[in-house]
């Protein structure tokens, strides 16, 4: 199996904070910026953010869609697929697949690997007053390259998984109260 590189895969660019002193970059903001708070409310694969900026905040460009970021700073070991343009603050180091992979690689193919690559960046810390992931050795994490059409196989199969898994959590606080339901006579004598 070939191996690439994630800085030869990806872009990388890191998020930042534009100044919140000035108004006219949050006021009636239209690009999602995302944060931890983000994924931890509504999960890993994010079309929407709790926060906006306004264009006036953008220093560069957007990030593009269908890219990755990757919490490398604070809370270390979690990353979340972003489906559309968007700012992220200086907590992520977004990874946006370069042109030359895009017809090599399925993007959530690499979303699901990235659960490895938190863990990779939970043991690749750099010491110090600050938590912060060792970015030498992040951009030399390697990505596994099957065809395309094991990727997609792959996607499908840990997809439907995921959909498995919410139904049943999902599920779950309603079975509870049926069973409590089903015990109460038992429990009152």
């Not at 990806?10 to 919140?20: A, Q, V, W």
């Not at 970021?69 to 979690?78: L, P, Q, R």
């Not at 919410?166 to 109460?184: C, D, F, H, S, Y």
Request: glycine share 4%; proline share 6%; charged share 25%.
């Amino acid at each position: 199996m070939e191996y690439k590189e994630l800085s030869e895969i990806f872009d990388i660019r890191n998020g930042y904070t534009p100044s919140k002193a000035k108004a006219e970059y949050w006021e009636n903001g239209v690009i999602p910026w995302f944060r931890m708070e983000d994924i931890r409310t509504n999960g890993n694969i994010l079309s929407e953010a709790i926060q906006h900026i306004t264009k006036e905040a953008v220093k560069n460009k957007p990030f593009p869609p269908n890219s990755i970021i990757v919490s490398t700073t604070a809370t270390i070991g979690e990353h979340a697929l972003i489906t559309v343009p968007f700012l992220s603050n200086q907590q992520f180091t977004c990874l946006a697949l370069k042109d030359e992979f895009k017809d090599k690689y399925d993007i959530k193919f690499l979303f699901y690997y990235c659960y490895k690559l938190d863990e990779f960046c939970l043991n690749n810390i750099n010491k110090g007053n600050f938590a912060s992931v060792d970015m030498s050795k992040f951009k030399m994490f390697t990505f596994p390259l099957p065809p395309i059409d094991v990727q997609q196989r792959i996607v499908s199969i840990l997809d439907r998984f995921d959909s498995l898994c919410n139904n049943i959590v999902e599920g779950l606080p309603a079975e509870i109260t049926a069973r409590q339901k089903q015990l109460m006579p038992l429990c009152v004598v």
